[in-house]
């Protein structure tokens, strides 16, 4: 029973360039999002999706995109890096109603020279 | 904005001591209340969630309580134990499923 899985686990990156990160989910969950979690800030919304095919802006979108091209996948884009995008990325998922938890990843850990 | 506090940061104990760890947040109109365990370099696990109907939940030794026109819930840890330390946090939903995080509470529970 895999739930939340992110790839990759570890990445580092040089200012400029580019990446996505992936996270899938098996357990046919409406809801996905993207948060980072950074020291003294604690977990900050990035982008959410509530469907397929739909997106929408969290707390702190610049910089990022985000696409839901199938109901499993959440791809999540840092197009031009920048050294303030040096965070730990975790991607969640829940479904519908407002009752159920959400489930996490294990995190993506990102640094950018 | 609605803006979720938890209080201490930080809090060691020895074991078998039982414990309360606070969460206050400033907009009562929420739909509910989520808690949650980070282990250190690893993703969050939820531990339990209060719907804004409830004022309790209960999970083996755990128990958190919901109180929303005072703005407060808290976790109650029953006879702690050395693998209980971890990171708790504390998320309120609020429209479209969002959560809004706390900072945590870091434990440590010493044999």
């Known amino acids: 029973n895999a739930g939340v899985t992110q790839t990759p686990k570890f990445r580092v990156l040089k200012t400029g360039q580019s990446m996505t990160l992936l996270c899938a989910q098996d357990?046919?969950?409406?809801?996905m999002y993207w948060y980072r979690q950074d020291p003294g800030m604690g977990l900050r919304l990035i982008h959410y999706?509530?469907?397929?095919?739909?997106?929408a802006k969290g707390e702190v979108p610049d910089g990022y995109n985000v696409s839901r091209l199938k109901k499993q996948n959440f791809l999540l884009g840092l197009e031009s890096a920048a050294p303030s995008q040096t965070s730990v990325y975790f991607c969640?998922?829940?479904?519908?109603?407002?009752?159920?938890?959400?489930?996490f990843g294990d995190g993506t850990r990102l640094s950018i020279l | 904005k609605q803006e979720v506090t938890q209080i201490p940061a930080a809090l060691s104990v020895p074991e078998g001591e039982n414990l309360v760890l606070n969460c206050s947040f400033t907009d009562s109109a929420i739909y509910n209340l989520q808690w949650f365990r980070q282990d250190p370099g690893k993703g969050l696990t939820s531990l339990l969630l209060i719907q804004s109907s409830q004022r309790e939940q209960t999970s083996g030794r755990l128990n958190a309580s919901l109180d929303k026109s005072s703005g407060r819930s808290t976790l109650y840890i029953a006879a702690s134990q050395p693998g209980d330390s971890a990171t708790y946090l504390c998320?309120?939903?609020?429209?479209?499923?969002?959560?809004?995080f706390g900072q945590g509470t870091r434990l440590t529970i010493n044999p």
């Open positions: 969640a998922s829940t479904g519908q109603g407002g009752n159920q938890p959400q489930h």
């Open positions: 998320a309120v939903f609020q429209g479209a499923q969002k959560l809004v």
């Open positions: 357990m046919n969950h409406e809801y």
């Open positions: 999706s509530v469907g397929e095919g739909t997106t």
